[in-house]
């Protein structure tokens, strides 16, 4: 039983792209997320839902990291948060159901309770996930062609038609010759 509670211990995490702790934490006490899309909520044509009509919003995870007694580490932890709070740095949150990559640090608060003593420190830190995509670039080369090399154009001149007559006159001119 010991060491499956160990194997459980380590599926709660939050580690850096480094694979270390993303701060000096005691323990995790909950793990919080959210997952949405927007649909459109006008008329679809032929009412057809369609997959490009879905899109899903970034997964929202929200944290509550507990800190001991230790006032060192805890004052290290929320200077951590702080340097988080402003840098590119993404974390990976693992939890024995589901396993969140690419995860920002988006907001932090923390407090200190009577029901903890007031020693211990609770953080609650929300993450947002960072959707990467890959985009094709493509060079296109622009070769105009020369001034004289342009395709004759229709200049608008136009020859008349002979009349039904003036075809009959010129038709037994020729059989008289």
């Not at 949405?36 to 997959?51: D, N």
């Not at 006032?71 to 024995?96: E, G």
């Not at 969140?100 to 007031?118: G, P």
Request: hydrophobic content about 45%.
């Amino acid at each position: 039983m010991a060491s499956m509670n160990s194997i459980m211990g380590l599926a709660w995490a939050v580690v850096g792209n480094n694979l270390l702790p993303f701060i000096p934490y005691s323990s995790i006490a909950s793990v919080d997320a959210d997952q949405s899309s927007r649909i459109p909520t006008e008329p679809i044509e032929k009412g057809q839902l369609a997959a490009f009509n879905i899109v899903r919003e970034p997964e929202r995870v929200n944290v509550e990291f507990l800190f001991t007694g230790n006032y060192a580490v805890q004052v290290l932890a929320l200077a951590m948060l702080d340097k988080r709070m402003n840098s590119t740095d993404t974390c990976a949150i693992f939890t024995p159901a589901k396993i969140w990559r690419n995860m920002a640090l988006e907001h932090y608060d923390f407090s200190r309770t009577q029901t903890s003593n007031a020693c211990m420190l609770s953080v609650h830190a929300s993450f947002v996930e960072i959707i990467t995509v890959n985009l094709n670039q493509q060079k296109i080369a622009y070769s105009p062609k020369r001034a004289t090399s342009v395709a004759k154009v229709n200049t608008g001149q136009a020859q008349t038609k002979p009349t039904m007559a003036q075809s009959l006159i010129n038709g037994l001119g020729k059989l008289g010759k």
